[in-house]
């Protein structure tokens, strides 16, 4: 897996500069030369003093936040947690986007053993667009009280995974592959919704705004897919994430 374009994963540098460089070079020509052997000896021991001196009040080695990229841990693992943060379409037509986040390093994080819930309450699925890991099961659950169905079709082909009644109180579970899927209700045809269904470790559904924000993901190199309803506002690009960013992924590059 690259890394490229990446030099370190921790922001500090190899070789710590010196904060004090310039007046430790101050300190030995700060006094005019001495031509005595005594004094020359005297310049000596004055210039040892001062940079034990200057040592002894912070001048050891600096750790500089780089604003270098970074490399990603080696393990690849959740180490660090940073924030991204940034904006993706806003709602469009009641559907919010959704930004995925897919580290080039693979990652081990494990698949949520709960399942990802989607609600059928006044006459509404909430949520309306739902993001699930594959691998991560589905709940369809009915809060309301009156019969609903759920009807879910793969966006791609429009061909229906399953439709099934869902009785009050009722809750159905299903493992999806991936791909994004709209979800319907027959009885009710203002009902709508969607889920993505993703292999991305990190997922978040934006607010109506488009804004959004992410914390814990892995410093390095992310392939980052915006989902929206609209597909001329779809986009994919690849990002190096070194600390705490903020992407506008509001139009396609
Ligand atoms: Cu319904």
């Known amino acids: 897996m690259s890394s490229r374009n990446v030099s370190r994963w921790d922001g500090v540098r190899d070789v710590p500069p010196l904060q004090c460089n310039v007046a430790l070079m101050g300190t030995s020509t700060e006094h005019p030369p001495f031509d005595l052997p005594g004094n020359r000896i005297f310049s000596v021991i004055l210039s040892l003093v001062g940079a034990v001196w200057l040592f002894s009040v912070g001048c050891g080695p600096v750790s500089e936040t780089s604003e270098e990229p970074v490399n990603p841990p080696p393990t690849g693992g959740l180490v660090q947690g940073v924030v991204v943060s940034g904006l993706a379409p806003p709602v469009t037509g009641g559907f919010r986007s959704v930004i995925l986040f897919e580290p080039d390093v693979p990652l081990a994080a494990p698949v949520p053993a709960d399942p990802a819930t989607m609600d059928q309450f006044g006459l509404a699925f909430i949520p309306e667009v739902l993001v699930a890991r594959v691998g991560q099961e589905v709940a369809f659950t009915n809060g309301d009280a009156e019969l609903h169905n759920v009807h879910v079709r793969s966006s791609a082909s429009s061909k229906t995974i399953f439709n099934i009644a ?10 999806f592959d991936a791909g994004t899927y709209t979800v319907s209700c027959d009885v009710h045809p203002a009902m709508a ?30 392939t980052v897919r915006v ?23 509001s139009a396609p590059e």
């Open 193 to 222: 919704a969607y889920i993505v269904v993703t292999e991305a470790p990190y997922g978040v559904v934006a607010d109506r705004d488009g804004r959004f924000e992410l914390a814990g993901i892995s410093a390095g190199r992310h």
């Open 227 to 249: 989902w929206s309803v609209d597909t001329e506002r779809q986009s994919e690009r690849v990002v190096d994430i070194v600390g705490k960013t903020d992407l506008d992924l």
């Open 166 to 175: 869902t009785p009050i109180a009722g809750e159905y579970l299903h493992m």
